[in-house]
């Protein structure tokens, strides 16, 4: 396991890698088909778009893990499958990471948590369990728990990387934006985001999904301004719109990289793309990163 602290220390800004959602619709993913299934069925579609983002600049990689836990397994019949598919989801990344940190990705269940649904706190935390156990077994560097809109369902998976392995952990929250600012769908705003994740014992605080790059300089000030940890910043790639049928996102990787000097004035330490993000987009951001001093 790689130390990412001593490697964030010494650049001072890391880059993440971009969309892997829109990149394997890109090499033939259907609407669904369960992303996950391709770690044991196209490997080599699998880690050729890690290894694109790798050549791109990423000093951190993700997995093709986001939907691997029990709920969502289950719905694709994949579920015996489960420590299979994120075991080697990691080793998919860790193959072609050469230098650079692979953090396992876990995304959100989509299963309501008591007491607006009937998913109770030890069940949520042991579905995230089955996840970390493979991700340890793989080699992972660390874990990213990603796009989350509940807090209480990002604690629990929090716990379930802190009971079962002794790997760092990130937790990106996805915000909308209303009248009164930026919130989650269920109304937890950047601020008590940072501040009760932190007070979690997570080692990195972020944002991921639902904005273009300038919306997500906002969030960065609002979540930098409560915590001193390393911001994790994952724009979109502008707001998707609907052209010829096709969902498109319309920002260029020109037009993202000239507001990555405004994140990192936001103080953001650790920057990247989510959907529609290629490795041209991050190619151009980590340019623009690796042009400011060490801090």
Same mark, same amino acid.
């Given at each position: 396991?790689?130390?990412?602290?001593?490697?964030?220390?010494?650049?001072?800004?890391?880059?993440?890698?971009?969309?892997?959602?829109?990149?394997?619709?890109?090499?033939?993913?259907?609407?669904?088909?369960?992303?996950?299934?391709?770690?044991?069925?196209?490997?080599?579609?699998?880690?050729?778009?890690?290894?694109?983002?790798?050549?791109?600049?990423?000093?951190?990689?993700?997995?093709?893990?986001?939907?691997?836990?029990?709920?969502?397994?289950?719905?694709?019949?994949?579920?015996?499958?489960?420590?299979?598919?994120?075991?080697?989801?990691?080793?998919?990344?860790?193959?072609?990471?050469?230098?650079?940190?692979?953090?396992?990705?876990?995304?959100?269940?989509?299963?309501?948590?008591?007491?607006?649904?009937?998913?109770?706190?030890?069940?949520?935390?042991?579905?995230?369990?089955?996840?970390?156990?493979?991700?340890?077994?793989?080699?992972?560097?660390?874990?990213?728990?990603?796009?989350?809109?509940?807090?209480?369902?990002?604690?629990?998976?929090?716990?379930?990387?802190?009971?079962?392995?002794?790997?760092?952990?990130?937790?990106?929250?996805?915000?909308?934006?209303?009248?009164?600012?930026?919130?989650?769908?269920?109304?937890?705003?950047?601020?008590?985001?940072?501040? @009760? =994740?932190?007070?979690? #014992?997570?080692? $990195?605080? /972020?944002?991921? &999904? %639902?904005?273009?790059?300038?919306?997500?300089?906002? !969030?960065?000030?609002?979540?930098?301004?409560?915590?001193?940890?390393?911001?994790?910043?994952?724009?979109?790639?502008?707001?998707?719109?609907?052209?010829?049928?096709?969902?498109?996102?319309?920002?260029?990787?020109?037009?993202?990289?000239?507001?990555?000097? @405004? =994140?990192?004035?936001? #103080?953001?330490? $650790?920057? /990247?793309?989510? &959907? %529609?993000?290629?490795?041209?987009?991050?190619?151009? !951001?980590?340019?623009?990163?690796?042009?400011?001093?060490?801090?």
């Amino acid at each position: 396991m790689k130390d990412w602290k001593s490697i964030l220390c010494s650049r001072g800004l890391l880059v993440l890698d971009g969309a892997w959602g829109t990149e394997m619709i890109k090499r033939g993913l259907i609407l669904g088909e369960c992303p996950e299934l391709w770690n044991l069925n196209r490997p080599h579609d699998v880690r050729a778009i890690a290894a694109s983002y790798r050549e791109a600049g990423a000093d951190i990689i993700l997995t093709n893990t986001f939907g691997g836990n029990p709920f969502k397994l289950k719905k694709a019949n994949a579920l015996s499958k489960i420590r299979q598919i994120n075991r080697r989801g990691v080793e998919l990344s860790k193959e072609v990471s050469g230098d650079s940190l692979v953090f396992a990705s876990i995304g959100p269940t989509g299963e309501f948590m008591e007491p607006l649904g009937i998913i109770t706190e030890k069940q949520m935390i042991t579905c995230f369990a089955e996840q970390v156990i493979a991700f340890v077994e793989g080699g992972a560097d660390g874990v990213i728990i990603e796009t989350m809109t509940d807090l209480n369902e990002a604690k629990c998976a929090i716990k379930a990387v802190r009971e079962n392995s002794n790997l760092p952990v990130a937790v990106s929250m996805t915000f909308s934006k209303g009248r009164m600012g930026f919130a989650t769908v269920m109304g937890t705003g950047p601020q008590q985001a940072a501040i @009760e =994740l932190e007070s979690s #014992g997570v080692d $990195i605080v /972020g944002s991921n &999904c %639902g904005f273009g790059i300038e919306d997500m300089v906002g !969030i960065a000030r609002i979540m930098r301004s409560t915590t001193s940890l390393p911001l994790w910043i994952k724009p979109n790639a502008g707001i998707p719109k609907l052209k010829n049928g096709k969902t498109v996102y319309p920002e260029s990787p020109e037009q993202m990289a000239r507001f990555v000097p @405004e =994140l990192i004035k936001a #103080g953001t330490t $650790i920057i /990247g793309g989510c &959907c %529609g993000t290629t490795p041209r987009h991050i190619q151009l !951001i980590a340019k623009k990163c690796h042009i400011y001093p060490v801090r």
